[in-house]
């Protein structure tokens, strides 16, 4: 039950995980117009839930994890799927899609420089030249001499973003250090069951029991969110990084927010302006330039 992918079948999976990803903002830009956002991480995490624990059930990879992955769970769940899933949609009632998705994915500089200082990681030449070439593309992208200073929720959602893009940063940066047990794949359910019980606490003390006018469309949405954009996506990465190549896989990443900018286009009508383009385009290098490993560098670690 554990066979790892052909790289055909993996690389048309990580295709499906990119689409599924990008379009999954635009998805959650429309859920939080009608659904507040902690109760929209809470309904999406419990439906990623059940789908995972089925899964988990059919594929006979159940298990009870060992008190050494605790923590891991608990970082994952908290900071990643509870903290930054929230962070993002209330950050989404007041920031395009585009711009959202771009900021989201600023987390890889966030991460380079903390794993030289934190966890001892080697800080190279191109780790430096990413980190710098990431914040002038975020410099462009906030365009501070035409931004508007007196809309503070305009403010405020820039800001949660980015701390949600901090808080995926931290995830990754304990998951680096943490010596697994079990597979990432057998403590998704465990992760997701933190995730829902967390949020569902979380959001009926701050926003109380929600009003909801459930549409057919708005389940649709739901079922998204939950079923592909969180389920599907967790469960076909784990499969994914069995098969490909670490660089690979960093380097498709980066289509993500690529993905996410032409949806919302498509679907919301945005209309990405020059400045954003360009802040775009840095960052993605700044990203590329600080996790993507040369050639030589791969082949000697192999």
């Given at each position: 039950?554990?066979?790892?992918?052909?790289r055909?079948a993996a690389?048309?999976?990580?295709?499906?995980?990119?689409?599924?990803?990008?379009l999954?903002w635009?998805v959650?830009?429309?859920?939080?117009?009608?659904?507040?956002?902690v109760?929209?991480?809470a309904i999406?995490?419990?439906?990623?839930?059940?789908i995972?624990?089925?899964?988990?059930?059919?594929?006979r990879?159940l298990?009870?994890p060992r008190?050494?992955d605790v923590?891991?769970?608990?970082?994952i769940?908290l900071l990643h799927?509870?903290?930054?899933?929230t962070?993002?949609?209330q950050?989404?009632?007041h920031?395009?899609?585009?711009?959202?998705i771009?900021?989201?994915y600023t987390?890889?500089?966030?991460v380079?420089?903390?794993?030289?200082l934190?966890l001892?990681?080697?800080?190279?030449?191109?780790?430096?030249?990413?980190v710098?070439?990431?914040?002038?593309?975020l410099?462009?992208?906030?365009?501070?001499?035409?931004f508007?200073?007196?809309?503070?929720?305009?403010l405020?959602?820039?800001?949660l973003?980015?701390?949600a893009?901090?808080c995926?940063?931290?995830s990754i940066?304990y998951v680096?250090r943490?010596?697994?047990?079990?597979?990432?794949?057998?403590?998704?359910f465990?992760?997701?069951l933190?995730?829902?019980?967390?949020?569902?606490i979380v959001?009926?003390?701050?926003?109380?029991w929600?009003?909801?006018?459930?549409s057919?469309r708005?389940?649709?949405?739901?079922?998204?969110?939950?079923?592909l954009g969180t389920?599907?996506?967790?469960?076909?990465?784990?499969m994914?990084?069995r098969?490909?190549?670490?660089?690979?896989?960093?380097?498709?990443?980066?289509?993500?927010?690529?993905?996410g900018?032409v949806?919302?286009m498509?679907?919301?009508?945005?209309?990405p302006?020059?400045m954003l383009l360009?802040g775009?385009?840095?960052?993605l290098t700044?990203?590329?330039?600080?996790?993507?490993?040369t050639?030589a560098?791969?082949?000697?670690?192999?």
């Open positions: 039950m554990h066979s790892t992918l052909s055909k690389l048309s999976l990580f295709s499906v995980v990119v689409l599924t990803w990008g999954n635009v959650t830009k429309y859920i939080v117009q009608s659904v507040p956002p109760w929209t991480t999406r995490s419990g439906i990623a839930c059940v995972v624990l089925v899964i988990q059930i059919v594929r990879d298990i009870i008190l050494g923590p891991v769970i608990l970082a769940a799927m509870v903290a930054f899933s962070l993002v949609a950050g989404l009632l920031v395009s899609v585009g711009r959202s771009v900021l989201g987390t890889p500089l966030w380079i420089p903390f794993a030289w934190l001892g990681e080697r800080l190279s030449l191109r780790g430096l030249l990413g710098a070439s990431g914040l002038v593309g410099l462009f992208l906030l365009n501070p001499l035409s508007d200073w007196s809309d503070r929720e305009v405020r959602g820039h800001a973003i980015l701390l893009s901090w995926w940063a931290a940066l680096r943490h010596r697994w047990l079990a597979t990432p794949f057998q403590l998704i465990w992760q997701t933190l995730a829902v019980s967390v949020s569902s959001a009926v003390r701050l926003e109380g929600p009003m909801v006018d459930w057919p708005l389940v649709a949405a739901f079922g998204f969110a939950g079923g389920a599907l996506g967790y469960w076909a990465m784990a994914i990084n098969a490909l190549p670490a660089t690979t896989t960093a380097l498709g990443m980066l289509a993500t927010p690529v993905t900018i949806c919302s498509l679907f919301l009508g945005e209309r302006d020059p360009s775009m385009a840095l960052i700044g990203i590329a330039l600080g996790t993507v490993k050639r560098a791969t082949s000697r670690a192999l």
